[in-house]
């Protein structure tokens, strides 16, 4: 792969006096934080940086003599933000994990211990329960892939419940151990929510990340098929009512997923890459972003684009089909959205489009309040409809 077209970060060291740049490290397994924040100079040799190793956050010391990368402390959980005090002793972020959000910890770099010191939601927590979890492994060949479920809090293993499976976007970007809005409310409300960082995930190194160089749609897709299959094999997993969620990448899977299978009961798929020769010429970073994953642009790779498309394969679809987009997404234009929609209605599926005015490719996240409220509300009302609950 031609190193300019990387798809993991490493550090570099640049020197303001001679302006001369040095690489310190070569295929970390881990990467800053979605959110980056500067590192911090502990002394004249070694930097404090927040990041992220197999979905889960932590800090970590990079010796800019030998490029060697030390693990400080990871949690089970999604760190932001990075102050410290003058004495370099505590390091002040925000916390997100699976029984927390949005509240405020302090780590002590002496006693090694993390305390938080707020407790803005505790209280309606208390009132409205988040899942429960566990992570499980998934081995596929000589990888093993990280996987997430969420629970409803109030679990009866004597009833059988409907499973969605929650596709990341990126392509390389990832999931772990965060507080996510959308999820959490499918799984309070009665749903199984498995989701996974399948191969094109950051925060495992190089070689995981670029294993998607080439082959959307190919095993990426069947890695999330069988973190869905290890759930499955549970007695409360009901196999018979699934649904597949996703969002930009994770959108494209899912329309790629609708037009291989019937194993969906219902689909929900958001701002999604959906046809891959118009994303190219429309998209704010397709133009530069599919060359590193096509090989090069349409005109030269038209066959790859063609059969990595999930416009090809939509007249197969017969899953009930939720799209939702945001009007002023530059990311993933709207277009791909009303391209979808047309070719389901014509595949004779149900198919409902969601259109947000104003709203940016991230608005499920940092949008409107009422614009988000809206959109957990359909979504689950969606699942609910063509799932039902637990039996």
Known sequence: MDPEHTLHPDFFLHDLRTSETRRLTDDIPSIP?????????????????????????????IDTETGAVEIVDRWPARRSGFSVDRGRRYVVQSQSAFDSVGEIVVYDRETGTATAVTAHNLEVLRERPPASWERIGVRRGSLEIDTWLLLPPDLDPQKRYPVVLDVHGGPTANYGYGFMAHQQCLASHGLLVVYANPRGSSSYGRDFACQIVGDWGGEDYQDVLAALDAVLERPY??????????ISYGGYLTAWAIGHTHRFKAAVCGSPIFDLASDYGTSDVAHNGLERFAGGPPHRERDWYLAHSPSTFAHLTRTPTLIFHGEADERCPIGQSEQMFVALKKAGCEVEFLRYPGASHMFFATGHPEHRADWLARILAWFQQHLGGPV
């Open 237 to 246: 997993a009901d196999a018979d009512r699934t649904g597949i969620f996703g």
């Open 33 to 61: 934080d979605s959110h980056p924040v500067h590192p911090v100079w502990l002394d004249d040799r070694h930097v404090l940086a927040n990041m992220v190793r197999h979905g889960a956050s932590g800090l970590e010391l």
